[in-house]
């Protein structure tokens, strides 16, 4: 049984000591899944904070046969749905997503650090234009390290649906990055 696993299985039979180190171990992950997911980093405490609560809430309801991720991930979704109803639309996902990351890699110059900015803005941008679904699929896979088989489980969604959203939304990416850097204009 995994790390986190076991100590959701002990906060889920009261054990505050197990909750609180797996909030702790979780905090970090969650605050770059609601980053790379575009929230507004003046947000994003709060929503980690949601997440816990929620998690709090739910200890009771989990299920300690299942893996932890999926569920502590199906739990972020959801809170980041909320927030961007919220928000009343996408615009300030999109607008955290555009802002340019701190590259603050010391062996960069500043024509370096400039490209690698552009480059990290012109990736996010293509990301933000997936479909809701497909964005959050390869979000979970690639930055957040889930495997194939915990985002079918997060996202309730047969495992085949992921590998089909995370190729096509691959090759989207592909065309979009491609014809953008061959000089022609992204679509």
């Known amino acids: 049984m995994r790390q ?15 909750l609180g180190t797996l909030l702790g171990l979780q905090e970090g992950r969650l605050v770059a899944f609601f980053h790379r ?19 709090y809430e739910a200890r009771r309801r989990y299920d300690p ?5 999926p569920w502590l991930y199906g739990i972020a979704r959801n809170v980041w749905r909320d927030y961007l109803r ?3 639309h996408l615009q300030a996902a999109l607008r955290a997503m ?4 701190d590259l603050d890699s010391p062996g960069l110059d500043p024509l370096e650090r400039r490209q690698a900015e552009e480059e990290a803005d012109r990736v996010r941008r293509a990301v933000q ?6 964005r959050v699929t390869l979000i979970l896979r690639h930055f957040q390290d889930l495997s194939y088989e915990e985002i079918a489980e997060t996202l309730g969604v047969p495992l085949g649906t992921v590998k089909w959203r995370i190729h096509d939304a ?4 592909g065309q979009w990055l491609t014809v953008r850097r061959g000089g022609g204009t992204a679509r």
Not at 42 to 54: A, K
Not at 65 to 69: I, L, M, N
């Open 98 to 101: 555009e802002s340019a990351e």
């Open 86 to 88: 919220r928000q009343g």
């Open 170 to 173: 691959m090759r989207k990416l």
């Open 129 to 134: 234009r997936l479909p809701e679904e497909q």
């Open 37 to 55: 997911l575009g929230c507004d980093p003046n947000s994003i405490e709060d929503l980690v904070q949601e997440v816990m609560i929620r998690i």
């Open 65 to 69: 046969a299942r893996p932890f991720s």
């Open 4 to 18: 986190d696993d076991d100590l959701m299985a002990r906060a889920r039979q009261g054990d505050w000591d197990a």
